[in-house]
C-alpha cells in the first residue's frame, strides 16, 4: 500500500491542505463486484437497518448484561422498569458513577476510555474551568424567564457569531439539536415561502417529526411513527467507499472530484425540476464518517444560488473543532445560509444547541419560531461561551488536527494487518474503521459487534454506526498515550474476534 502524495492532488486540480486530512483505505473489489450494498445487509435481527449506534439486543448484549457486578445490575433492573424503551439506548451496557477527563468510570470500578461521548465532550468530563464557571453562574444568576435578557446571554451570542464563518450574524439557541434543527427549517420556510426540502439517505438529524423527516435513516422515519413531512425529498447520501453512481476509488486513486459529480448533478436536477425547495439540509461530513468529493459541496453552493434554495449546514456532532477545523464545511470552503449548533456546545455539562443564520434570515419577528423556555438561560448560554473559550484557549482544534493525523496513521496500520478493514476514513478525532466480509465489500455487523465487546471489556467505549463501522470520536483534550492505548485495545479485539 503506498500513501497518496499531495502532489497527485495538485495535479487533479485539487487544494491538498483541503483534503490531504482524509485518508482512505479500501480492499480492491473484485472484477463484476456489486458497488452498493443491499438495503438489508445492516439489517437487526428484531427490528429496522443499523444506524446511529450499535444494538441493544442479541447474545452478545445477553453476554454482556450477564457479567454485571450485582450492584451494576440492581442500577441497570431499575432502569428498565422506570424509562420507556427505545432502539439504540435501552437496555443499558452498564451504570456510570465517574466522568472525568477521557475516561467514564463504571459502578464496578471498570474505567473506559470513552471515544464516544454521543460527540459531546470536545474538553472532555468535568473539566475545571468549566465547573468552576458554572458553580459561579448557579450563584449568580441561575435562571432568567423567556422575554428578558442577561449579559452572559448576550455576550454567549456574540462569541458564536464571532467563531462561524462570516455572514452568519443572528442567533438563536434550544436545549437540544433536533429543536434547533426544526427552527432552521422554520426559517427556511419562511424566507423562501417554500416548503420542500432536499436532504440525503442515511443522513441523521435529531429525532423531532421535521428533523427525522428530513434525516435519512430508516430507524428514525419509518414503522409505527405514522407519516411525516410532506416535500422532504432525498438523495443518495455522500461518500466514496460505497458511491451508489459506481465512481468509488480505491485506496491508491486519488480522491477527485469525479467521486461526486454524478450526485452533485442529481442534486441540481432536482433542485431544478423541482424549483421549489425551500432548503438543502446536509451534514457536510457525515459522523459515521463520510466525506463528501472534492468540489462536490462547492457546486451545491452553486445550484442553491442558481435556484434560490437556501443551504443548511448541520454540525452538530461535526462541529467544534472535532474534525481539525473549527466547523467540518471549513474543508470544503463553503459557507451555509444556516448553521447548526449542538452536543459538544455545552461542554459535555449542559444541553445547548444552536441556530446561527445570515442576517437576511430574521424574518419571524411576527412569529415564534423557537419560543423555548430556555432560549436565553444564562447557565447554557456561561456553559456555551465558556467551552468556546476552553477550545480556543487550550488550542483544541489545531490538537484535533495533530492528533487526528496519528489516528488516521494507525487505522490505516491496522488496515495492513486486518483484511476485514475495508475502508478507513476521518478527519481529525473522527474517525471511522469499516469492517467488511471476505468480498471486501459487504458489510459485517456481526464482526463489528465482536469487536465492540472485546474493546469494552478491555477498557474502550465507542459506537459502532450503520452496523459495521466502528466510529471513534475521542475528547480532543486525549493524550498522544491514551490514543495510542486505545488503538492497542481495538488492534487486540480485531484479532480476537478474528480469530
Same mark, same amino acid.
Given at each position: 500500500?503506498?500513501?497518496?502524495?499531495?502532489?497527485?492532488?495538485?495535479?487533479?486540480?485539487?487544494?491538498?491542505?483541503?483534503?490531504?486530512?482524509?485518508?482512505?483505505?479500501?480492499?480492491?473489489?473484485?472484477?463484476?463486484?456489486?458497488?452498493?450494498?443491499?438495503?438489508?445487509?445492516?439489517?437487526?435481527?428484531?427490528?429496522?437497518?443499523?444506524?446511529?449506534?450499535?444494538?441493544?439486543?442479541?447474545?452478545?448484549?445477553?453476554?454482556?448484561?450477564?457479567?454485571?457486578?450485582?450492584?451494576?445490575?440492581?442500577?441497570?433492573?431499575?432502569?428498565?422498569?422506570?424509562?420507556?424503551?427505545?432502539?439504540?439506548?435501552?437496555?443499558?451496557?452498564?451504570?456510570?458513577?465517574?466522568?472525568?477527563?477521557?475516561?467514564?468510570?463504571?459502578?464496578?470500578?471498570?474505567?473506559?476510555?470513552?471515544?464516544?461521548?454521543?460527540?459531546?465532550?470536545?474538553?472532555?468530563?468535568?473539566?475545571?474551568?468549566?465547573?468552576?464557571?458554572?458553580?459561579?453562574?448557579?450563584?449568580?444568576?441561575?435562571?432568567?424567564?423567556?422575554?428578558?435578557?442577561?449579559?452572559?446571554?448576550?455576550?454567549?451570542?456574540?462569541?458564536?457569531?464571532?467563531?462561524?464563518?462570516?455572514?452568519?450574524?443572528?442567533?438563536?439557541?434550544?436545549?437540544?439539536?433536533?429543536?434547533?434543527?426544526?427552527?432552521?427549517?422554520?426559517?427556511?420556510?419562511?424566507?423562501?415561502?417554500?416548503?420542500?426540502?432536499?436532504?440525503?439517505?442515511?443522513?441523521?438529524?435529531?429525532?423531532?417529526?421535521?428533523?427525522?423527516?428530513?434525516?435519512?435513516?430508516?430507524?428514525?422515519?419509518?414503522?409505527?411513527?405514522?407519516?411525516?413531512?410532506?416535500?422532504?425529498?432525498?438523495?443518495?447520501?455522500?461518500?466514496?467507499?460505497?458511491?451508489?453512481?459506481?465512481?468509488?476509488?480505491?485506496?491508491?486513486?486519488?480522491?477527485?472530484?469525479?467521486?461526486?459529480?454524478?450526485?452533485?448533478?442529481?442534486?441540481?436536477?432536482?433542485?431544478?425540476?423541482?424549483?421549489?425547495? *425551500?432548503?438543502?439540509?446536509?451534514?457536510?461530513?457525515? *459522523?459515521?464518517?463520510?466525506?463528501?468529493?472534492?468540489?462536490?459541496?462547492?457546486?451545491?453552493?452553486?445550484?442553491?444560488?442558481?435556484?434560490?434554495?437556501?443551504?443548511?449546514?448541520?454540525?452538530?456532532?461535526?462541529?467544534?473543532?472535532?474534525?481539525?477545523?473549527?466547523?467540518?464545511?471549513?474543508?470544503?470552503?463553503?459557507?451555509?445560509?444556516?448553521?447548526?449548533?449542538?452536543?459538544?456546545?455545552?461542554?459535555?455539562?449542559?444541553?445547548?444547541?444552536?441556530?446561527?443564520?445570515?442576517?437576511?434570515?430574521?424574518?419571524?419577528?411576527?412569529?415564534?419560531?423557537?419560543?423555548?423556555?430556555?432560549?436565553?438561560?444564562?447557565?447554557?448560554?456561561?456553559?456555551?461561551?465558556?467551552?468556546?473559550?476552553?477550545?480556543?484557549?487550550?488550542?483544541?482544534?489545531?490538537?484535533?488536527?495533530?492528533?487526528?493525523?496519528?489516528?488516521?496513521?494507525?487505522?490505516?496500520?491496522?488496515?495492513?494487518?486486518?483484511?476485514?478493514?475495508?475502508?478507513?476514513?476521518?478527519?481529525?478525532?473522527?474517525?471511522?474503521?469499516?469492517?467488511?466480509?471476505?468480498?471486501?465489500?459487504?458489510?459485517?455487523?456481526?464482526?463489528?459487534?465482536?469487536?465492540?465487546?472485546?474493546?469494552?471489556?478491555?477498557?474502550?467505549?465507542?459506537?459502532?454506526?450503520?452496523?459495521?463501522?466502528?466510529?471513534?470520536?475521542?475528547?480532543?483534550?486525549?493524550?498522544?498515550?491514551?490514543?495510542?492505548?486505545?488503538?492497542?485495545?481495538?488492534? *487486540?479485539?480485531?484479532?480476537?474476534?478474528?480469530?
Amino acid at each position: 500500500m503506498r500513501a497518496v502524495q499531495s502532489s497527485e492532488f495538485s495535479a487533479n486540480g485539487l487544494d491538498p491542505a483541503l483534503f490531504f486530512s482524509v485518508v482512505y483505505i479500501r480492499a480492491r473489489p473484485a472484477a463484476g463486484e456489486e458497488t452498493t450494498m443491499g438495503a438489508d445487509e445492516t439489517r437487526g435481527p428484531d427490528g429496522p437497518a443499523q444506524s446511529e449506534s450499535d444494538t441493544n439486543t442479541g447474545g452478545l448484549r445477553g453476554a454482556w448484561a450477564a457479567g454485571r457486578s450485582v450492584v451494576d445490575r440492581a442500577v441497570l433492573d431499575r432502569d428498565s422498569r422506570s424509562y420507556l424503551r427505545q432502539a439504540v439506548s435501552t437496555p443499558c451496557l452498564t451504570s456510570i458513577v465517574g466522568a472525568e477527563g477521557v475516561h467514564l468510570i463504571g459502578a464496578d470500578g471498570a474505567r473506559y476510555l470513552d471515544f464516544h461521548g454521543n460527540s459531546a465532550h470536545q474538553i472532555g468530563y468535568g473539566h475545571p474551568r468549566l465547573v468552576d464557571a458554572l458553580t459561579r453562574q448557579l450563584r449568580e444568576l441561575p435562571f432568567v424567564p423567556r422575554r428578558f435578557t442577561s449579559e452572559i446571554s448576550v455576550s454567549f451570542a456574540e462569541k458564536l457569531v464571532e467563531v462561524t464563518p462570516a455572514g452568519l450574524d443572528r442567533v438563536l439557541l434550544t436545549t437540544g439539536g433536533s429543536d434547533a434543527i426544526e427552527v432552521a427549517l422554520k426559517l427556511a420556510r419562511a424566507a423562501t415561502g417554500r416548503f420542500k426540502t432536499l436532504s440525503f439517505w442515511e443522513s441523521f438529524h435529531g429525532a423531532g417529526f421535521g428533523a427525522a423527516s428530513v434525516g435519512g435513516e430508516q430507524l428514525f422515519r419509518t414503522g409505527p411513527i405514522g407519516p411525516l413531512l410532506t416535500g422532504a425529498e432525498h438523495v443518495p447520501p455522500i461518500g466514496c467507499f460505497r458511491d451508489r453512481f459506481g465512481a468509488g476509488h480505491r485506496f491508491d486513486e486519488p480522491h477527485t472530484a469525479d467521486c461526486g459529480r454524478s450526485l452533485a448533478e442529481l442534486v441540481d436536477y432536482t433542485l431544478r425540476v423541482q424549483g421549489d425547495v *425551500a432548503a438543502v439540509i446536509a451534514e457536510p461530513m457525515r *459522523a459515521v464518517p463520510e466525506m463528501a468529493a472534492p468540489g462536490f459541496w462547492q457546486a451545491v453552493r452553486r445550484s442553491c444560488d442558481a435556484t434560490g434554495t437556501l443551504l443548511i449546514f448541520d454540525e452538530i456532532p461535526t462541529g467544534l473543532g472535532r474534525t481539525g477545523r473549527m466547523f467540518s464545511s471549513e474543508h470544503e470552503g463553503v459557507t451555509p445560509d444556516i448553521l447548526v449548533l449542538g452536543k459538544g456546545l455545552g461542554g459535555g455539562v449542559v444541553p445547548v444547541a444552536a441556530v446561527v443564520a445570515r442576517e437576511e434570515l430574521d424574518v419571524g419577528e411576527a412569529w415564534a419560531f423557537g419560543h423555548y423556555t430556555h432560549e436565553k438561560n444564562p447557565l447554557m448560554a456561561r456553559a456555551g461561551l465558556t467551552t468556546l473559550q476552553i477550545i480556543e484557549d487550550e488550542g483544541l482544534v489545531a490538537r484535533s488536527a495533530e492528533l487526528g493525523a496519528i489516528a488516521l496513521a494507525r487505522s490505516a496500520a491496522l488496515a495492513e494487518r486486518f483484511g476485514a478493514i475495508g475502508d478507513v476514513r476521518g478527519r481529525g478525532l473522527m474517525v471511522g474503521i469499516e469492517l467488511v466480509r471476505d468480498d471486501g465489500r459487504t458489510a459485517d455487523p456481526a464482526l463489528a459487534e465482536a469487536v465492540l465487546y472485546g474493546c469494552l471489556r478491555r477498557g474502550l467505549s465507542f459506537k459502532t454506526t450503520m452496523g459495521n463501522v466502528l466510529t471513534l470520536t475521542p475528547p480532543l483534550v486525549v493524550s498522544e498515550a491514551e490514543l495510542d492505548e486505545a488503538f492497542n485495545i481495538v488492534e *487486540a479485539s480485531l484479532a480476537e474476534a478474528i480469530g
